[in-house]
C-alpha cells in the first residue's frame, strides 16, 4: 500500500528513528502505525548490544527542583547533537530527571534501577529510548540535593542545542534569585571546591610547593620567598574555591559576601557540562 510522507513523519517524530527506517518499517506493517512502531522497537533493541561500546558524548543536563527544597541535575548523553536537539531525546531527559526527584536514589545504580514507570525500570527506558533513536542513550551521572534551600542554572552553548552546562546548588535557608545567580556563577567560573576547608591538604602542599618552585625559578629574594608563597597560594583560593571568588554580577564583592548580605550560605553544589569529567 502506499505509505505518505505524514505517516512517515508522524512515526519519526514519535520514535526519533531515521526517515528510510520508518518507511521501511510502515510498509512491512502495511501501514499499520502501532506495528510498525512495534517493529522500529523490535529492530531497535536488537541493535541495543551493539552500541554499548559506542562514544556518547553529546546530550544535555537538565535539572527539577522541587518547591526549593530537593533537585536534581543529570547529564543524558548520546552520540550526535542531531538526536540531542531532538524532542524525542529531550522528553526521555524530563522523564527521568523527574523520576529521580521522586526516588530520590543514593547512587548511579540506584538510579538505574528506579521504577520509570509501567513496570520498567530507568535502564529499560532507557533501552527502549536506545532502540528507538538508534544511538546510545546513557546517564552518565546525576546529582541530589535536599537541604535547607536548592537551586539550579542550566546554560546553552548554544541556540541549536539544549543545555550543556548545568549547576545545581544547595544553601543553607531561601536566597531567592541570588541562589539562581549563584549557580549561574559556578557556571561560568567552574570553582572546584566550596570554600578552602574543602580542599585537601595535599592540594594545598602542592600548591604551595609549586609556589616556591616557581618564585626560586624567578630570582625572588630568600626573605621575601615565605610572604611570596602565602600571597599565591592565597590566590589559588580565590581562584579554585567558591566563596572566595569575585562574584559574577559584583566584582567589587566576593560570592561570600554577596551570601552573608542575604544571611545564607552554600554547603555544596554540582557542575556539569556534557562530556567533561
Known sequence: MAIS?????????????????????????DGDYDKAMEQLRVKGLKGVAKREGRSASNGLVTAHLDGGGSGVLLELNCETDFVAKGEKFQQVAQHVVERLAASKPADLDAALATDAGDGKTVKDYLDEANATLGEKVELRRFASFGGAYVGSYLHKTSPDLPPQVGVLVE??????????????????????????????????????????????????PEAALAKIVEGRVTGFFKDATLLEQAFAKDSKKSVQQVLAAVDVTVTRFARFRVGQA
Do not use: W
Not at 556563577?185 to 610547593?209: L, M, Q
Open 5 to 29: 510522507a505524514a505517516d512517515i513523519k508522524k512515526l519519526r517524530e514519535a520514535t526519533g528513528a531515521g526517515m528510510s527506517d520508518c518507511k521501511n518499517a510502515l510498509v512491512e506493517a
Open 171 to 220: 544553601l543553607t535557608g531561601p536566597a531567592g534569585d541570588i541562589a539562581r545567580d549563584v549557580a549561574q556563577h559556578i557556571a561560568a567560573f567552574s570553582p572546584t571546591y566550596v570554600s578552602r576547608d574543602d580542599v585537601p591538604p595535599d592540594v594545598v602542599a602542592k600548591e604551595r610547593e609549586i609556589a616556591e618552585a616557581t618564585a626560586r625559578e624567578e630570582g625572588k
